[in-house]
């Protein structure tokens, strides 16, 4: 399964404007498929968002989080800052990704 | 080892510590339980409401599989953390968000899923002890 991460980081009013969108099925493990079964458990439960190798955001999603998780966070910096998501879920699935702030 | 190593190896370990102790505490709370004793057991049940603490949650979702929820701490000082806490869930926290640094603006926006309209609430942590915001949001369609 393709679990993509969208990130657009833009200069506005003078912070960073960032914006997330993990492409995750966030299942609750009470969702029933069409054949009648239980969908197990998997969402995402720990989110970094960093600048630059520095922490700047932990995020704890619990399962009730949405399906396709989005985020929209502020930061100071500047033009050009390396901003990296990486997130790990419960069933031990990791993924990252670093964007550059227009 | 000199003194200055041992220092080092010290804080580091201080370090580790605390940033592995949020799970331990986040186990406690992060499951089926009641939401009233979800916010307790964040705020130790000393918390103050405030309006500098902005929750913005629709007052009508139509898919509550995507209900999008808005938590404007900055007119707070000294914020580390945001809980969100939806009351009528059976896994009634949602998220928590832990400012790192002095660079990361205490506001945050993220979509939730919410099974029946429910009242939602945002607790800040700050240096001077928990604040709390709620609002009411209807649900035509849940989403849990």
């Known amino acids: ?102 | 080892m000199n003194r200055r190593s041992a220092i080092k190896a010290l804080i580091g370990g201080a370090i580790a510590l605390s940033s592995m102790a949020p799970f331990s505490v986040l186990a406690n709370f992060m499951g089926k339980l009641k939401a009233d004793d979800a916010i307790n057991k964040i705020t130790g049940g000393k918390h103050t409401t405030s309006a500098k603490l902005k929750l913005k949650s629709p007052k009508l979702a139509e898919n509550g599989t995507q209900v999008p929820v808005t938590v404007d701490a900055t007119a707070l000082i000294g914020v580390q953390s945001i809980f969100l806490i939806v009351h009528e869930n059976i896994k009634p926290v949602a998220m928590r968000v832990d400012f790192e640094s002095s660079d990361a603006i205490t506001f945050a926006s993220f979509r939730v899923k919410m099974g029946k309209p429910t009242k939602v609430t945002a607790i800040a942590q700050t240096s001077a002890g928990f604040v709390t915001a709620s609002s009411q949001t209807k649900v035509t369609k849940g989403g849990c």
Not at chain 1, 25 to 38: A, C, F, I, N, Y
Not at chain 1, 45 to 56: A, E, L, R, T, Y
Request: positive net charge; without cysteine.
């Open chain 1, 1 to 102: 399964m393709a679990k993509k991460i969208k990130a657009r980081a833009k200069i506005k009013n003078g912070l960073i404007e960032v914006k997330y969108k993990v492409v995750h099925p966030m299942e609750t493990g009470r969702r029933k498929d069409k054949s009648g079964q239980l969908v197990a458990e998997d969402y995402i439960n720990f989110i970094k968002i960093s600048k630059n190798g520095k922490d700047m955001f932990t995020l704890v999603p619990n399962s009730t989080a949405s399906k396709d998780p989005y985020f929209f966070f502020k930061l100071k910096g500047i033009k050009g800052d390396a901003i990296t998501l990486s997130w790990i879920s419960n069933t031990g699935e990791k993924n990252s990704s670093t964007t550059k702030v227009k």
